[in-house]
């Protein structure tokens, strides 16, 4: 995504087939046995183009909202149990105002921010997303 100063969407470059390694995969598997809730922060212009992304990828979802530039994740109820998200301010926001435990993919904007707490879980594989999850549920 390329977006302009004022959070307005520029470009799109081959977002439909992009994707981080395993991360499709790892959303089918959560979702055959969970409530998988995308929240996304982007403006709602865009919306169907999320939308698209999950399809492309055959992701049944339970429900989508694309929150808007800046919008704050935990406001959104019910609280998941589980969250993952790259952005350092969405993660410090669902620590201070949820009590769910954060997945946190390495990414070179977070490696060196620390969070403090013990509900953050950094990896580097979406492959082991699955079994993080699961083995937290136990």
Known sequence: WLWDPDGGLLKVFGQ????YAGAPEAMRALAER???????????????????????WRICFAELHVLGMGALKSGVLP???????????????????????????????NRDVEFGGGRVERFVSWGTVEDRIECGDR
């Open 34 to 56: 969970h409530d998988l809730v995308v929240l996304t922060n982007r403006p709602r212009a865009v919306a169907h183009l999320t939308a698209a992304w999950l399809a492309r």
């Open 16 to 19: 439909l087939e992009s994707h």
């Open 79 to 109: 609280h998941a149990d589980v969250y993952v998200d790259d952005n350092p301010s969405v993660v410090r926001d669902l620590l201070e105002n949820t009590d769910a435990r954060i997945l946190v993919p390495g990414q070179p904007w």
